[in-house]
């Protein structure tokens, strides 16, 4: 027997029980092959879910099988984004988390049930809106000076809503009431939807929301916006100024969201929803669909938005010790 052949028979068994024992990714090349659960960790009808929706719908089309939304609101977003976190590694389950499951809510619960960065695998940030200052179309307010000296004149009678505790909408208004030395009353409810409801309702005067949210009530006219949150003003409402113009200094808050898989799920499956999403999010009708939602598309690498997160947590930690906003 040739001296090759008998090496290669002697190696062979060795050769065969390292393949078993490190299989090649082949559920990855053919991935999905059943259903995809994308987990929402707000409730329907929000910007978040309306926007998982039309992805998941482009995702389905893509690659032959249901991405289906799944809605788990609660505890600002910490239910869903702790079930997805706990859930196989295997890319069937997906979060869209957003600004309080990965940037906020760790500085503001006493106690997390997962790790934002070491339970998670980014995928790519997906969207970014601006936040407006939102007040009931009635209020007799048109101006943010105007609102300053009404909240100045009657401490306490004010309230302003938001999607949740720790949201991007409370922390603004809790850096607000810091920043203009004023005294407004918060009440959080479980989702941008339901806040949005009760500021149409009357129940509060002022809301600082997604412009994503908002957008469909201000072109309606039941609503009016008079400022946003960001340092600088925003392509999607450049007739707005910042409250930085209107002299309150270190304004900076907008809301973002993405994909994430828990953590371990394999690198060739990240890939291929980071690729397809991007695809997704750079169509000319996904751009107007975006615009249309007061929002940018904004897809980037994975590192990218591992990198995005750790920053917006150092970030939020300041404004939440600043503002001495808590969990009720």
Do not use: C
Request: no cysteine; charged share 15%; proline share 9%.
């Amino acid at each position: 027997m040739p001296p090759v052949i008998s090496i290669v028979r002697l190696l062979l068994p060795v050769l065969v029980a390292v393949a078993t024992a490190y299989p090649a990714p082949a559920a990855a090349q053919s991935y999905p092959t059943k259903p995809i659960r994308l987990v929402v960790p707000f409730p329907a009808g929000g910007s978040l879910d309306v926007v998982a929706r039309a992805i998941g719908q482009k995702l389905t089309e893509a690659w032959g099988q249901p991405v289906v939304i799944d809605n788990r609101p609660g505890a600002g977003g910490n239910i869903g984004a702790d079930l997805v976190a706990k859930s196989a590694p295997d890319g069937y389950t997906i979060l869209e988390g957003a600004l309080s499951t990965h940037a906020v809510n760790v500085s503001l619960y006493a106690k997390m049930p997962y790790d934002p960065i070491k339970d998670f695998a980014p995928i790519t940030l997906v969207a970014v809106t601006p936040n407006v200052l939102v007040l009931n179309a009635s209020f007799p307010i048109n101006t943010v000076p105007e609102l300053l000296a009404y909240a100045r004149a009657n401490p306490g009678k004010l309230s302003f809503g938001s999607g949740s505790n720790g949201s991007a909408g409370h922390l603004a208004g809790e850096l607000f009431k810091t920043e203009a030395g004023v005294d407004m009353v918060h009440i959080p409810y479980k989702g941008g939807a339901p806040a949005l409801q009760a500021l149409l309702a009357g129940d509060t005067q002022l809301m600082f929301d997604n412009l994503a949210n908002s957008e469909a009530q201000l072109k309606a006219g039941k609503l009016k916006a008079l400022a946003v949150t960001t340092a600088k003003r925003s392509s999607l409402a450049p007739q707005l100024p910042t409250l930085v113009e209107t002299g309150l200094p270190g304004f900076d808050i907008y809301t973002w969201w993405g994909f994430m898989a828990p953590a371990g799920t394999p690198r060739e499956i990240i890939a291929k929803w980071n690729s397809e999403v991007t695809r997704i999010l750079a169509s000319p009708e996904m751009k107007v669909f975006f615009a249309q939602q007061g929002a940018e598309p904004a897809a980037d690498s994975p590192e990218q938005f591992a990198a995005l997160i750790k920053s917006e947590i150092a970030k939020y930690a300041k404004i939440v010790k600043q503002s001495g906003a808590k969990v009720d």
